[in-house]
Every structure is written in C-alpha cells, then in structure tokens.
C-alpha cells in the first residue's frame, strides 16, 4: 500500500513539475514576442518623435518642410497603430473560451476563426464525425496546442495556409496541424538543451501538455517541406 501511494505520489509531483515548465515556457514566450513586436515598435516611434523634436528645435527662418514632417508623423503613427493591434491580439489570444459551455469543435472553430481575422491565413478544417466527448482539461490542451501550431506556421513557416483535421477512434481524440511551409530540422530543435528560442518553447509546451494527458505527441518537418504534428489523447482518464 505504502509503495502504490510513494508512486501516486510521485506522478502528482511530476505531473506538477510539468505544468510549471509549460506555464514558464509560455511566460517566456509572452515576453519574448512582446519585446520583439511593440516594444521594439515603440522605440522606434520615440526615435522618430525625438529626430522630428531635434528638427524642430533648431528650425531657422526658413517654411517647415511639411511635406517631411507628414512623413515622419505618418510612420510614427504606423508604429503605434502596429504595436497597439499586437497588444490587442495578445489579450485576445489569452482570454480562454468558456470551455465548460461550449464542445471542443466549437472551441477550435473559434480559434481558427480568430486567428484568420488576426493573421489574414486560411484555414482548412476537416473533421471527421461523431467525435467523443472530451473532458474539459483535454480540451483546453488541445486547445492551446493549436493555437500554438497555428502561430508557429504563422511566424516561422512563410505560408499563409494551414490543414487541421480533428476525429477520434474509441476515447481517443486525435489531431493533426500541418503546412507546407519552409519546415525545420525538428532533432535540432528538439534535441538541444533549453533554450528561449520561441518556437523551441512551443513545442515543447504542446509535448508536455501531451504528456501530463497521457497521450501521444508526433512532429514530422523537414526544410522545404512542411510541418506536421500529430496528437492522440485518451479521454477516457477520469478528469472531470
């Protein structure tokens, strides 16, 4: 009895060791994406507001370029606009759906939807019917990892079009993302010591949410030629 209950003990640890990794992974990658898109787009407006500042101040006598200044203020509110709408979508990103409410097909029909608005990608979504019922900590996996999956092919796969397939065999609930897109040597990415490289991050958040499930996680890419993973998770595990 005493041994069962070191175990069980183990896994709960474990198990939580993993959700701080994934919760950190996704902190990093937060900061990561904000300093690289509106804080740097920020900066770059100040520095225009500073050189048109410096013209200004030392004006002569002489008409006002106009037509510079319109330039300047024009890239300056370029800028802003660039870095507010970034902004915008990280809190829309990260405002969860009503997951109790709403079935997991609704959920992932939203996300899609959102990220074409967001991204001005096409999605193709094939899904295969009657699909099993999916407690609510699978389905808020799976929802994270094609959010995931959607915004790596975004940034790193130079295509603006992605396939989903969604279906399930028995009480297990299958996915697949793929794009055909520029791909990457997944050993390279995955193989190597921890990094804060974004996309290193993503995935591996969407393999230890695989995990913690129970479940299966595959990654197939290779350059020139595509990204696809693969997740099978169990539904049958007794979350709810």
Known sequence: MKSREV???????????????????????????????????????????????????TRDDRTPNYE????????????????????????GTFRPPEFQKRDLLSVLKGLIIQHENLTDSHIEMEVTEPLTSVPVPVKIALYRILQEALSNA???????????????????????????????????????PETEKPLHIGLRGMQNRVALLGGEFHLESSPGRGTRITVRVPCDKGYE
């Open 154 to 192: 975004s940034r790193h796969a130079g295509t603006d079009h992605q396939y989903v397939r969604l279906s399930s065999q028995s009480n297990v609930i299958c996915m697949e993302v793929r794009d055909k897109g520029a791909g990457f040597e997944p050993a390279h990415i995955l193989e190597q």
């Open 7 to 57: 175990d069980a003990g183990l896994k709960e640890r474990q198990a939580g060791y993993k959700i701080l990794e994934i919760n950190e992974g996704e902190l990093c990658r937060i900061i990561l994406d904000i300093h690289d898109g509106p804080v740097q787009n920020m900066y770059a407006a100040l520095s225009q507001i500073n050189a048109l500042q410096g013209k200004l101040a």
């Open 68 to 91: 510079a200044i319109d330039r300047s203020l024009t890239q300056i509110a370029g800028l802003l606009e660039s870095s507010l709408s970034e902004i915008k979508n990280f809190i």
